[in-house]
């Protein structure tokens, strides 16, 4: 039989965690939309706690939907198995910090075109919670005062931001407002190809299309032959 692990989803008091987070929240008047980052509301050891909360949950949908997760062998831990895929896996990005990252001045004034990718991403939709996988590649045109960060990082922060329910054009602005505040350079350029299985798996069931937008941030807005030379430079039919 499944154990009841509603007793460990509350708090010492008997309020769930979910409302105490929501509390300290609503408190800062600070928002928490799918793809917003919570982290700094979430004190140590409660992560732990809404895991058991998120399972007791997930255990009354599948009793919803009628599955015998007692008797069958392939669902009786599901409950659990979701909940630390939410939190811990597909939408860590909302739970943890942002990774370190540390920045170096730009001691040989770099002032050229960098181009980093394709770098993988993997989200999820925040109308249906469907997967979302694809690539981004991110263009830098650095100054003698832009902060250097390694190659792997920019990776990071892309899993980071991506790390959450979210909506891809929505997605790709929240990374290039990180990656500008971290790096502070004259241009910035980013481009996101992805399938969204909402559309392959449901609704019109098409499998063959991709989402692909940009965004474009100083010099790559006004210099239209800079922002040429960054989509040349990004290989065609990338997903083939």
């Known amino acids: 039989m499944k154990t009841d692990t509603s007793s460990q989803a509350v708090t010492d008091e008997g309020t769930p965690v979910s409302a105490k987070i929501r509390e300290r929240l609503s408190a800062a008047r600070k928002r928490f939309n799918a793809n917003d980052n919570i982290s700094q509301f979430i004190e140590p050891g409660e992560l732990e706690k809404l895991l058991d909360e998120v399972e007791v949950k997930m255990q009354g949908v599948l009793d919803s939907m009628v599955i015998d997760t007692v008797n069958d062998h392939n669902t009786n831990n599901t409950a659990r198995r979701v909940a630390k895929m939410y939190l811990n896996e597909v939408f860590k990005g909302r739970y943890v910090p942002e990774p370190a990252v540390t920045e170096f001045p730009n001691a040989e004034h770099l002032n050229e075109l960098m181009i980093v990718g394709p770098i993988t991403v993997r989200s999820a939709c925040s109308h249906h919670f469907c997967p979302v996988i694809g690539k981004v590649w991110i263009g830098v ?9 390694g190659l792997s990082k920019y990776a990071r922060l892309a899993e980071w931001v991506m790390g959450r329910p979210q909506i891809q054009e929505e997605a790709v602005v929240q990374l ?41 941030r100083g010099v790559f807005l006004k210099d239209p032959n800079l922002r040429r030379e960054f989509l040349a430079l990004i290989p065609k039919n990338s997903s083939q």
């Open 176 to 216: 290039a407002d990180l990656i500008m505040e971290k790096t502070c350079p004259d241009g910035l350029a980013i481009v996101m190809e992805a399938t969204h299985f909402c559309m392959g798996w449901r609704g019109v069931k098409d499998l063959d299309s991709k989402m692909i937008n940009s965004v474009m």
């Open 141 to 149: 045109l650095p100054n003698e005062h832009t902060n250097v960060i």
